[in-house]
């Protein structure tokens, strides 16, 4: 067999792991912010299944609300708290106005 196709071989099988290893790597992230934000809504009072099926989303820019938690620097900090393990509110949070916005909006 020709070494270079073999070479060639090898360096795609690597690419797409490698690929393969990033979507998933992200999804897992993805879906840990998910849940963190649908928690921390139950946490000041909104339900997130509500919010995800009525049309207006209780005025929020979800969009907006999902990437703010994706991006978030206190994703460590927001688990404590959500456990119970940190005390205060949860000002730490980039959506907490936003959040206490739409409770008070009813």
């Known amino acids: 067999m020709n070494m270079t196709l073999s070479n060639i071989g090898t360096a795609i099988l690597f690419v797409v792991i490698a690929a393969a ?3 998933w790597f992200r999804a897992k992230l993805a879906s840990g912010s998910l849940s963190r934000m649908h928690r921390m809504m139950t946490s000041v009072g909104l339900d997130p299944d509500k919010i995800a099926s009525s ?13 703010r938690c994706r991006m978030c620097p ?10 119970g393990e940190v005390a205060g509110d949860n000002g730490f949070c980039p959506n907490a106005k936003i959040f206490g916005g739409a409770v008070r909006a009813g």
Do not use: F, Y
């Open 55 to 67: 049309d207006a989303g209780a005025g929020l820019d979800m969009q907006a609300v999902r990437t």
């Open 21 to 23: 290893l990033i979507v």
């Open 74 to 83: 206190a994703e460590d900090l927001c688990e404590r708290w959500l456990a």
